[in-house]
């Protein structure tokens, strides 16, 4: 997709870019709340943990100004994982054409003030990021550009002391996140493998490909994660066939210890 938002996700800063792609079937979406922009740039931080209660803290980031699908699928994805999951809390940061709050450094002190009101034994970290992607990272615009790395990403989550994590990233190249963040404690979810594109990121779009198949459909109606991982990687590998797309192959990695937690209940 080029930068305009056509078709491609991802390629890198220098090439087009595009995360997930192309004009969807809008009438099938179910939109998202839509709260004004300053209203989620001052989200309120979080709350301590009460204790013997398992809670889902969600920080969700629409990283690309440039195209308006990231910013709602940040605000769709909060809503409907705060549904899904026990006792959540959720603070949402976007760019948009005119600027923003999602910056690394936002996204370093989110996590920071997440992993400070949990507590570490039972609570959840939770973060989702829809952006551009590349083989290097995900860009990062709010009036210039930068980049998040998979490294910058795993030293933020360590900062944040949570114990506990889930990671969704909806971006062309998302799977060389789950090279470096997954292990047995972190739950790793991607749009795309490695070395392939995603599609959806029209401009005025609601989700990109992959968000409508994972936040939209699956996880409203499948009983785990990992069940509405499966339903999503389906819904969207036959969008795209149908589309005419080589498929984005997204993946799923670690997190068999959070997975257990998700499972067991107070």
Same mark, same amino acid.
């Given at each position: 997709?080029?930068?305009?938002?056509?078709?491609?996700?991802?390629?890198?800063?220098?090439?087009?870019?595009?995360?997930?792609?192309?004009?969807?079937?809008?009438?099938?979406?179910?939109?998202?709340?839509?709260?004004?922009?300053?209203?989620?740039?001052?989200?309120?931080?979080?709350?301590?943990?009460?204790?013997?209660?398992?809670?889902?803290?969600?920080?969700? !980031?629409?990283?690309?100004?440039?195209?308006?699908?990231?910013?709602?699928?940040?605000?769709?994805?909060?809503?409907?994982?705060?549904?899904?999951?026990?006792?959540?809390?959720?603070?949402?940061?976007?760019?948009?054409?005119?600027?923003?709050?999602?910056?690394?450094?936002?996204?370093?002190?989110?996590?920071?003030?997440?992993?400070?009101?949990?507590?570490?034994?039972?609570?959840?970290?939770?973060?989702?990021?829809?952006?551009?992607?590349?083989?290097?990272?995900?860009?990062?615009?709010?009036? $210039?550009?930068?980049?998040?790395?998979?490294?910058?990403?795993?030293?933020?989550?360590?900062?944040?002391?949570?114990?506990? $994590?889930?990671?969704?990233?909806?971006?062309?190249?998302?799977?060389?996140?789950?090279?470096?963040?997954?292990?047995?404690?972190?739950?790793?979810?991607?749009?795309?493998?490695?070395?392939?594109?995603?599609?959806?990121?029209?401009?005025?779009?609601?989700?990109?490909? !992959?968000?409508?198949?994972?936040?939209?459909?699956?996880?409203?109606?499948?009983?785990?994660?990992?069940?509405?991982?499966?339903?999503?990687?389906?819904?969207?590998?036959?969008?795209?066939?149908?589309?005419?797309?080589?498929?984005?192959?997204?993946?799923?990695?670690?997190?068999?210890?959070?997975?257990?937690?998700?499972?067991?209940?107070?």
């Amino acid at each position: 997709m080029t930068k305009a938002g056509i078709r491609v996700r991802g390629a890198s800063a220098a090439l087009a870019l595009v995360l997930l792609g192309l004009a969807c079937p809008m009438a099938a979406w179910a939109a998202p709340p839509t709260p004004s922009a300053a209203a989620s740039l001052t989200a309120p931080g979080f709350t301590r943990s009460k204790p013997g209660v398992r809670e889902a803290y969600i920080v969700s !980031f629409g990283l690309f100004g440039g195209q308006s699908v990231f910013e709602s699928e940040a605000r769709g994805a909060a809503q409907i994982l705060s549904e899904r999951l026990p006792q959540a809390q959720s603070l949402v940061r976007f760019n948009s054409k005119r600027g923003g709050a999602a910056t690394p450094r936002a996204l370093a002190d989110a996590l920071r003030a997440a992993g400070a009101a949990m507590e570490p034994s039972e609570d959840i970290l939770v973060v989702a990021l829809t952006s551009h992607g590349s083989p290097d990272g995900l860009e990062v615009t709010e009036g $210039r550009a930068g980049l998040l790395s998979p490294r910058m990403l795993k030293g933020m989550l360590d900062a944040s002391g949570a114990t506990y $994590r889930i990671v969704v990233i909806s971006a062309c190249y998302s799977g060389v996140f789950a090279k470096v963040l997954a292990d047995p404690r972190t739950l790793v979810i991607t749009a795309a493998a490695a070395d392939r594109p995603s599609f959806g990121c029209e401009d005025g779009a609601i989700w990109t490909y !992959f968000g409508d198949a994972f936040y939209n459909q699956a996880l409203r109606r499948q009983p785990t994660l990992e069940a509405a991982f499966a339903d999503a990687k389906r819904l969207v590998t036959e969008r795209e066939r149908r589309q005419g797309y080589k498929p984005s192959n997204p993946q799923i990695a670690g997190g068999s210890l959070v997975l257990g937690l998700l499972e067991r209940r107070h």
